[in-house]
């Protein structure tokens, strides 16, 4: 997501309040748990529909919605776009025109046909696969609009399963969360044991400090040295300010905006990546196992050297992004990399990579391990649910 987009997502929320039913005086921390900025998608009928709100303050239209007649009026300075909920016709500086597609209201929140949008509102749209997300521009502004399926927010934001996964004739056991990244109750945090670089801490005392439901260990550290000082290896970047830098490796990141919006970034590019607004937390571990649902492991091309990590079967933990936005915390025991990607596209990720192992594999969800690590971790990636 590119800078400013943020003060746009603020603007849209307090203007969804007066214009949409959402409840004004809720608590600072549910606002912004629910300031998620998203479009829907019908792969059953081919079409794409994006919430008014944003792409008319995106566009610089004025926007009304009048509840009782579901009417809405978009404003531009040389069009008058009326659309009603439910209805396939629009009135276009006064002509009728028919609408492949019904806006809707869903959440409190208007959602339009893209086509109608991009058409009307002079928007340049580029679908990105590898985020499932829209990249939208219009004169010198940009965003990144991720895409889920219509009906697939449920009211659990947060599932947990053991499962038997089969790879390569192996049949391996592994933990796994589900987490819906869209889901208006959920945020993600990466953060340090006692919150400072060099410490080291239990997974789930750090979970409990910082209020996750939800937590996994992250990056790799100096868990061998007899220092007080324990070093980690990688970037660490909470709420958007980065708080370890450990360049000069191409270790693979995982990244998440302010929208929530994940991806996983080459250590070489994720400088550019947060100089262009597009992270408010990462973690840097490595190696990369699945680019695009394929397997895309290449160790060594990330820098690693340790054969534990390269060829050993080990306690792995592991992080996948779905192509519908949802985020897979998987830990899973005895496993190689090529076995652990196998497993987390059968988890169904589109894009995964490996976490710290061994001793330091850790996964906890709602006061409990399913994975308790052999040792204090350094840094963890945290889950929260309003």
Partial sequence: MKKGLKTLLAITLAAGMMTTGLTPGTTGQAAAASAKTFGYSNPSAGRTYVPVRVLSDFAGAKVRWNASTKRIDLTTSDKKIILHAGAKVAYINGSTVKL??????DRNVTYVPLGLAAQQ???QLKWDGSTSSMHVTHGEKEMDLPIIK????????????????YVG????????????????????????????????????????????YAAINATYFDAYTSASYKAPYGYLVSKGLMRFVNGGTNRTVFAYDDNQMARLIPGLKFGAAYEAGQVEGAVQAGPLLLKNGQLAINA??????????????????AIGITANHELILLTVRKATLTQLAGIMKQAGAYQAMNLDGGASSGLYINGKY????????????LVKVQ
């Fill in 100 to 105: 492949d597609a019904a806006p809707f209201v």
């Fill in 121 to 123: 509102l002079g928007l």
């Fill in 150 to 165: 219509r009906g697939s927010l449920t009211s659990k934001p947060v599932r947990y399963k053991q499962q038997v996964f």
């Fill in 169 to 212: 004739g192996k049949a391996l056991r592994a933990n796994v969360i589900t987490v819906q990244l869209m889901h208006p109750r959920v945020s993600l945090d990466a953060a340090f044991a006692h919150h400072k670089a060099g410490a080291v801490q239990e997974l789930r005392s750090i979970a409990a400090q910082n209020g996750a």
């Fill in 300 to 317: 060594v091309k990330e820098g690693f050297r340790d054969p534990h990590v390269i060829r050993g079967r080990a306690t792995r933990s």
């Fill in 370 to 381: 399913v994975t308790k690590p052999g040792r204090k971790v350094s840094n963890a990636l």
